[in-house]
């Protein structure tokens, strides 16, 4: 555990960085991201970052709070467990408290810890973020867009899968290992997606949400060679794209989109208005098959990284 205690004409700011969280600094932390979404839009701080903060400590993982006079107003988060990248951060501050020089502080406090070899995300790629960006001397890098669009006229082709294929519900317990196995496989080149672990996968199918009759496996004879599994925001009455993937060897024989079929064709079963996911600006290739499918881009997250 390290902090930083800086004098501000607002108060004693001081920043902390912890291991792991107290249950009263979880908390604290998750009423300051509730927060702080009810004002953005958006959270602030991604799933897989929320489960990290839930959860107890992970190798890698680093907390940073800030606080005015005892009162909790920042978070931070970094994560250093790419054997290649920079460690990636997220961070928020209070509505409330924004314009004083917090987040400066926040992102200066995350350059120091990562010795100056950092990622950072920018949820929704708001102005304010883009010049704290810019104040920290970072660079944009990548751009992750959410697309949606109307199940209420969704009516597809039935799905043509690949010859030989056949799919079947996720089974807990039984498929974990294959399904780690074909993820990595298929986003071998992913930052995020391909490195998901045992861990990261009990942590999903703890959550309410999951639910292994909306996750799809495809098979040819024993070997998994694709998958799509989908998410229900209950709240917002979405329906989620959360990962739709396909082996190397399984690419490029129209499995992908079989795969996406399937699974819209189950969220729009259920009722739910919206279908959303997200992509890469980058991945062609992808972005050009749900813009077929009548997808459209909602908004971006956009993420920055220093030059060192």
């Known amino acids: ?18 291991l792991e969280l ?4 979880k908390a604290a932390v998750l009423t300051l991201l509730e927060e702080s979404a009810e004002v953005d839009g958006q959270q602030a701080v991604s ?21 005015v006079d005892d009162e909790l107003i920042g978070y931070a988060q970094l994560e250093d467990t790419d054997p290649v990248e920079a460690p990636a951060a997220e961070l928020v501050v209070h509505p ?12 200066s406090a995350l350059l120091a810890e ?3 070899r950092l990622r950072v995300w920018a ?3 708001h102005s304010a973020a883009r010049h704290l960006a810019q104040v920290l001397g970072l660079t944009l890098f990548r751009e992750l867009r959410q697309m949606r669009r109307s199940l209420a006229d969704f009516d597809p082709p039935e799905p043509v899968l690949p010859e030989g294929v056949s799919v079947r519900a996720f089974v807990p317990g039984e498929d974990d290992t294959a399904w780690l196995a074909a993820n990595a496989d298929a986003f071998a080149h992913h930052p995020e997606q391909g490195a998901l672990t045992q861990r990261d996968l009990d942590d999903r199918e703890a959550e309410p949400w999951f639910d292994p009759a909306g996750f799809f496996l495809a098979f040819r004879g024993d070997e998994l060679v694709g998958f799509h599994w989908t998410k229900v925001h209950a709240a917002e009455r979405i329906g989620e794209v959360y990962v739709v993937g396909v082996r190397a060897g399984a690419q490029g024989g129209g499995l992908g989109k079989a ?9 729009a079963a259920q009722s739910l208005p919206t279908a959303m996911l997200y992509v890469d600006a980058d991945n062609k290739a992808a972005v050009t098959v ?13 993420m920055y990284r220093s030059e060192t």
Do not use: W
């Open 47 to 67: 799933e897989q970052g929320r489960l990290q903060l839930r959860g107890g400590p992970r190798e890698g993982v680093r907390h940073l709070l800030l606080g």
């Open 290 to 302: 749900y813009e077929r499918l009548g997808f459209v881009t909602y908004e971006t997250d956009l």
């Open 22 to 25: 107290t249950p009263g600094q």
């Open 123 to 125: 949820h929704g790629g």
């Open 96 to 107: 409330s408290h924004r314009g004083r020089g917090h987040g400066r502080a926040l992102g």
């Open 1 to 18: 555990m390290t902090s930083d205690d800086t004098a501000t004409p607002g108060g004693a700011r001081r920043i902390e960085t912890r």
């Open 114 to 116: 990562s010795g100056k």
């Open 259 to 267: 795969l996406t079929t399937i699974g819209l064709r189950h969220l």
